[in-house]
């Protein structure tokens, strides 16, 4: 196997290895991006990065396929569109690679049933469900390979997907025991602001790929500006006047609210309550958070336009990206194989 620069960065000491996911189902929407791709972007400098678009993960429920193969390819142009540097980031298709179905396998044979059972994600996907996957079940196992594969020392993600960084933790350090020293054990790293972004129509609930199709829930990364001052123009907030952050479930909304516009300006709390204290109620708080979504989004939708022109270049990045993942992922899969003693074919 040919050693490519990843392979040999993969192995240089001292460099952290990151990696992260997201799933080619429903539209990119404003938490996604908030709680994960900003902070993918703008921590990419001095580390190895790896982020998968997980297409295995996203037909644990059923995609219809036409759909998914374009969401697949408008999440990856989305991804370049809001910073992902080819030269510092590899970003790739996660079946493009098949040492992730492979190591799903062998992880799943490390892993009690009762800790798949006991995940939360599971739990509420699967509820109300006539028929559940199999797969669905095994979700946070593949997630693991995912992760372990790469010797990831960081998996930054939103706060939703902590329990599943656990769970890896947990798989890497019980084959670890079984078999002998093998996978890094990597740690999840949620950032304190926008790793929680509620929807919009109903700031109990996370905003959410899967709630995209009821209105005013969530806003997409590719909305139009009119679309995207609707949605903020309806938002639940509460019978108040206050703009403040607060625990008060009963003002989630305008917490929420303020949290969008925290991380967006990257400003500090108080700096942020300060910008609104001469606000002239909630209507206005609205309006100005939709102000600098929009701003913040119109740079990458004119991106996102102009490579969907140029899709086979697209695909060539994306080719390029799984390349780089299977130099590193392929020795580390065989390193694997050979601790559970399996025959590796010769050559
Ligand atoms: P997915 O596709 O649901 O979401 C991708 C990323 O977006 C974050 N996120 C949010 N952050 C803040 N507020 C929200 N409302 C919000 N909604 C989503 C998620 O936390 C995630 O970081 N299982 C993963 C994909 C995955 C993965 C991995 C992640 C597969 N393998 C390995 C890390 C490492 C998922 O379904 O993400």
């Known amino acids: 196997m040919q050693t ?21 189902s429903g539209e990119v929407q404003l938490g996604n991006y908030l709680g994960a791709i900003k902070g993918w972007v703008e921590r990419q400098e001095d580390k190895t990065n ?41 970003v790739f298709i996660q079946s493009h690679v098949p040492a992730h179905a492979e190591a799903c396998w062998i992880l799943n044979c490390v892993t009690p049933m009762g800790w798949l059972e006991r995940m939360t994600q599971f739990k509420d996907k699967s509820a ?44 890497a350090e019980r084959f670890n025991r079984v078999y002998g020293e093998t996978f890094v054990v990597p740690e999840a790293v949620i950032a304190e602001a926008g790793a929680r972004v509620m929807g919009l129509n109903d700031p109990t609930a996370k905003m959410s790929k899967s709630f995209s199709h009821i209105r005013g829930h969530a806003v997409g990364v590719l909305d139009e500006p009119k ?10 907030t509460d019978s108040g006047n206050e703009i403040t952050f607060s625990d008060d479930p009963e003002r989630a909304g305008v917490n929420n609210l303020l949290g969008i516009y925290k ?12 910008d609104f204290v001469d606000a002239r ?10 102000e600098v979504v929009i701003e913040e989004l119109a740079p990458i939708q004119k991106r996102y336009h102009e490579i969907m022109d140029d899709v086979g270049e697209l695909d060539r990045l994306l080719a390029r990206g799984a ?25």
């Open 227 to 236: 679309e995207i001052e609707r949605s903020f123009k309806r938002a639940v």
């Open 263 to 274: 991380v967006i300006t990257g400003r500090s709390s108080s700096q942020v309550e300060g």
């Open 4 to 24: 490519s620069e990843l392979t040999r960065e993969a192995a240089a000491p001292g460099k952290r290895r990151v990696f992260s996911g997201i799933q080619p």
């Open 128 to 171: 109300n469900q006539e028929r559940v996957s199999a797969g669905l079940l095994d979700y946070p196992v593949l997630m693991a390979g995912d992760i372990l594969l790469y010797d990831t020392h960081e998996v930054p993600v939103g706060e939703d997907q902590r329990q599943h960084v656990e769970l890896a933790r947990d798989i």
């Open 281 to 290: 109620g909630y209507g206005d708080l609205k309006a100005r958070v939709a």
């Open 50 to 90: 790896f982020f998968c678009l997980v297409d295995l993960h996203a037909i644990t429920v059923y995609q219809e396929p036409e759909e998914l193969r374009r969401q697949t390819r408008s999440l990856a142009a989305i991804l370049f569109a809001a910073g992902l540097d080819p030269d510092k980031s590899t």
């Open 323 to 347: 390349e780089h993942a299977a130099s590193v992922s392929t020795p580390k899969m065989d390193e694997v194989k050979e601790k559970v003693g399996f025959t590796l074919p010769r050559s």
